[in-house]
């Protein structure tokens, strides 16, 4: 494992590269389900301005 | 069988579709992507000259190859957007600007790590390496050029023409190696004549292709669709197609 892990003295090259690429795509992914949560909380508010709980009202006043 | 591509011209019969695809494809890029990673980091031999730096290449030309391909489909939009003035061709341009950015980032990132150890610098003003950095700032400035413009139909075609002019850097990048005696090397995956590598290499290389293309596809369909409900909504059609109890 270690051996894996080393890289052959490569280490942290490979495993910068990786994990910046890794942190790349997670960082896409995560803004891209909070536009997406975005946009459908703001189209079930102008379907239903009932306000459901305080953090909708919050939403809600913030617009 | 006849598929009436044109029924997919609009956002109201696209939106759907785009859904389940974005789910498919998400589900075969994360198989691809674990396979990839195996060969990548265990199955394929440590390179005669290189050692394990080398390793880096798997993400290293995917990217590379992605951030190019996605800035020539996103010129294709533009240009179907200002040719046919269809909304959809122009929502598609958008949602591939930022991918296209966070490809062209990971290929220069993955590119200045396994440099230091192959070439001896993180970066140099290398013909490829800086025409790859200019089409990240194409994809910046497409992003901020919208961001910009209020009007949304006068943003779609500020974009498309800024989209357009731009595509002169690609085929800069694809042949810089060729035209420049630069510091970055030929290709090592070709099309015609005998493979310079490995079977497990190539294999590895391959497989991640697959997954930058299937993740691609995945999260521009899903943010298209998010694109499509900010741009239509009020338009009256979107409260009847999409469930809004289960919708995230």
């Given at each position: 494992?270690?051996?894996?892990?080393?890289?052959?003295?490569?280490?942290?090259?490979?495993?910068?590269?990786?994990?910046?690429?890794?942190?790349?795509?997670?960082?896409?992914?995560?803004?891209?389900?909070?536009?997406?949560?975005?946009?459908?909380?703001?189209?079930?508010?102008?379907?239903?301005?009932?306000?459901?709980?305080?953090?909708?009202?919050?939403?809600?006043?913030?617009? | 069988?006849?598929?009436?591509?044109?029924?997919?011209?609009?956002?109201?019969?696209?939106?759907?579709?785009?859904?389940s695809?974005?789910?498919?494809?998400?589900?075969?890029?994360?198989l691809?992507?674990?396979?990839?990673?195996?060969?990548?980091?265990?199955?394929?031999?440590?390179?005669?000259?290189?050692?394990?730096?080398?390793?880096?290449?798997?993400?290293?030309?995917?990217?590379?190859?992605?951030?190019?391909?996605?800035?020539?489909?996103?010129?294709?939009?533009?240009?179907?957007?200002?040719?046919?003035?269809?909304?959809?061709?122009?929502?598609?341009?958008?949602?591939?600007?930022?991918?296209?950015?966070?490809?062209?980032?990971?290929?220069?990132?993955?590119?200045?790590?396994?440099g230091?150890p192959?070439?001896?610098?993180?970066?140099?003003?290398?013909?490829?390496?800086?025409?790859t950095l200019?089409?990240?700032?194409?994809?910046?400035?497409?992003?901020?050029?919208?961001?910009?413009?209020?009007?949304?139909?006068?943003?779609?075609?500020?974009?498309?023409?800024?989209?357009?002019?731009?595509?002169?850097?690609?085929?800069?990048?694809?042949?810089?190696?060729?035209?420049?005696?630069?510091?970055?090397?030929?290709?090592?995956?070709?099309?015609?004549?005998?493979?310079?590598?490995?079977?497990?290499?190539?294999?590895?290389?391959?497989?991640?292709?697959?997954?930058?293309?299937?993740?691609?596809?995945?999260?521009?369909?899903?943010?298209?669709?998010?694109?499509?409900?900010?741009?239509?909504?009020?338009?009256?059609?979107?409260?009847?197609?999409?469930?809004?109890?289960?919708?995230?």
């Open positions: 494992m270690s051996e894996f892990l080393a890289m052959g003295g490569y280490a942290w090259y490979v495993w910068m590269a990786y994990g910046g690429a890794a942190v790349a795509i997670a960082v896409e992914i995560a803004s891209l389900r909070a536009r997406r949560r975005r946009v459908f909380d703001e189209l079930r508010m102008s379907v239903d301005p009932t306000p459901r709980s305080p953090s909708m009202q919050g939403a809600r006043s913030q617009r | 069988m006849l598929i009436n591509w044109f029924r997919f011209s609009s956002p109201v019969s696209f939106y759907p579709v785009a859904g695809w974005s789910y498919a494809f998400g589900a075969i890029a994360a691809l992507a674990g396979a990839g990673l195996v060969v990548a980091l265990y199955i394929a031999p440590t390179d005669a000259t290189q050692g394990d730096a080398y390793r880096i290449i798997f993400i290293h030309v995917p990217a590379a190859w992605m951030a190019m391909l996605i800035y020539l489909v996103m010129a294709g939009w533009s240009a179907a957007a200002l040719g046919f003035n269809t909304r959809l061709s122009a929502m598609m341009a958008q949602a591939l600007a930022p991918t296209g950015a966070l490809m062209a980032a990971i290929a220069l990132w993955t590119g200045a790590f396994w230091r192959t070439w001896g610098t993180y970066w140099a003003w290398d013909a490829r390496m800086t025409s200019i089409l990240l700032f194409l994809y910046l400035g497409i992003v901020a050029l919208r961001a910009a413009i209020e009007d949304p139909r006068r943003a779609d075609r500020a974009c498309a023409v800024l989209s357009l002019v731009g595509a002169v850097n690609v085929p800069i990048i694809y042949f810089s190696v060729q035209w420049w005696n630069t510091l970055h090397q030929g290709s090592s995956v070709s099309l015609t004549g005998a493979p310079k590598m490995a079977m497990a290499m190539l294999a590895g290389i391959l497989i991640m292709t697959g997954a930058a293309w299937c993740y691609t596809i995945a999260v521009v369909l899903a943010r298209v669709q998010a694109i499509i409900v900010e741009r239509e909504r009020g338009a009256g059609w979107l409260e009847s197609l999409i469930d809004l109890r289960t919708a995230r």
